[in-house]
């Protein structure tokens, strides 16, 4: 199938679909900006977070504003936590959507 955007193929997956979400840094200490050492992470925490979402709402500046909540361990979390699409890296990985899930800590 053929999508006109991102949000639009978001909106067509199944709403418990679990995604992989990382957070891009924003702030960068000096020594990073420097590029003193190799290793250049551009993400806050090398750990993801599992999440699904509930909602997605198209911003006017063309980003897109995501309405997440927590699935961390099997646990929904009853909080929603808003990401905007350019601030994250989003992933799908099928494994995570079976019963004896990968991100399941029980």
């Known amino acids: ?6 949000g639009e193929y978001l909106k067509s997956l199944p709403t418990d679909t679990v ?7 924003r702030l960068f200490t000096p020594y ?7 290793d250049q992470s ?9 999440v699904c979402i509930k909602d997605i709402i198209n911003l ?3 980003d897109i504003l995501l309405a997440t909540y927590s699935v961390e361990g099997g646990n929904i979390d009853d909080y929603i936590t808003y ?3 350019s601030n994250i890296a989003l992933a799908k990985c099928e494994a995570d959507m079976e019963d ?3 991100f399941n800590n029980d």
């Open 42 to 50: 551009v993400l806050e925490n090398d750990e993801c977070f599992y």
């Open 100 to 102: 004896d899930n990968a």
């Open 60 to 62: 006017p500046d063309g």
């Open 19 to 25: 995604f992989r979400l990382w957070e891009y840094k």
């Open 32 to 38: 990073e900006q420097a590029r003193l050492y190799e």
């Open 83 to 85: 990401y905007k699409l």
């Open 1 to 6: 199938m053929q999508y006109n955007s991102f």
